[in-house]
C-alpha cells in the first residue's frame, strides 16, 4: 500500500490543485481529502456522494435544570469559563465547553448530563477519476485530528479492498494535529513550498516534523518564478536537509482558468507552462526513491 501525503506547513500554497492534478495522471488511485477544516478539494473533483455517515467526535457538558441548585461548583472548577449563573440555574455555553468532563465529575447533585456529540460528516463519493473519502466538520467544531484519521483510516481500508494502488491525500495546512494524524504510516510526504520568507518558515517547520516521523519528504516550488531569490533560498535548504527535490511550478493564470472549470490544470491547460510543469513534478515524484521503495514492499 502506497500513500502520497501533500503538505506545505500554510494554507494557500496549492496542495489542492496538485492534489487535483496527480489525480488525473495517477492511474488506479484513491482520493482522501484531509483537510476537513476548510476542504475544497471536492470543488474541483466533483465527487458523487454514495454515502454519507455521521462523526460523533468527544461529549458536550449540558446542564439538567431539574437537578440544578445552582452551588456554583461547576463555575468555579470550569477553567474555560463556559459556565453563567442565571436566574434559572447555571447555564453552560456549547461554544466555550471543551468538553473536559471536570464539571460532571465535581458536581455535588450530580445535574451535568454528558452526551456525545455530533461534530460533522464524512463522505465516501466516486469521481471521475477514482474513489474519494472526504469530511466536513462543524462550524468551531473541535477534534478535527480525530476526524483526519478516521477519513485516512477509511480510504485505507477501501483501498485495500477496491486494489486501488495508491493512495493520494490532500492533507491539511500548519504542523499541528490534523496534520500529524494525516502523516501517519505514510509512504512519503510531498511538501509544497512557496518563495516568500513565510512559505520557507513553514517548509522547514513541515520538513522537520517529517523527519521526527522518519517519513521521507520531497519538495516543490510552487510560483516559483515569482520571487528568484527566495526560490534559490529554498533548493539551498533542500540539499543542506538531503531532501529530495522534485521539480517547481512557475505562476500560471491558467491554474484559476482551470478551477473555474471546475477541473484539473491538466485537465484543461496541459500545455501551458505549469501544466507541463506539474505532469513533471508528478513524473518525478512517481520515480522518486520513496516510492519506488514501496513498490518494492
Known sequence: MKELVILSGKGGTGKTSLTAAFAALAPNMMLCDADVDAADLHLVMAPKIEETHWFIGGNEAVINPEKCTACGRCIQVCRFNAVTETENGCVIDSLDCEGCGVCVDLCPEHAVDFPRKTCGQWFASTTRFGPMIHARLGIA??????????????????????????????????????????????????????????????????????????????VCINKYDLNPDQTAAIEAIIRDRHLEFVGKVPFDPAFTRAMIQGKSIVESFEDSPAGQAVRGVWENVSASAAMKKARLC
Do not use: Y
Open 141 to 218: 467544531e473541535e477534534n478535527s485530528g480525530r476526524l483526519v484519521a478516521l477519513v485516512r483510516e477509511e480510504a485505507r481500508k477501501r483501498m485495500t479492498v477496491e486494489q486501488q494502488d495508491l493512495l493520494i491525500t490532500d492533507g491539511p495546512p500548519g504542523i499541528g494535529c490534523p496534520v500529524i494524524a494525516a502523516m501517519g504510516q505514510a509512504t512519503a510526504v510531498l511538501i509544497v513550498a512557496e518563495p516568500t520568507v513565510s512559505g520557507i518558515h513553514d517548509m522547514e517547520r513541515v520538513a522537520d516534523l517529517a523527519h521526527h516521523f522518519k517519513l521521507p519528504a520531497m
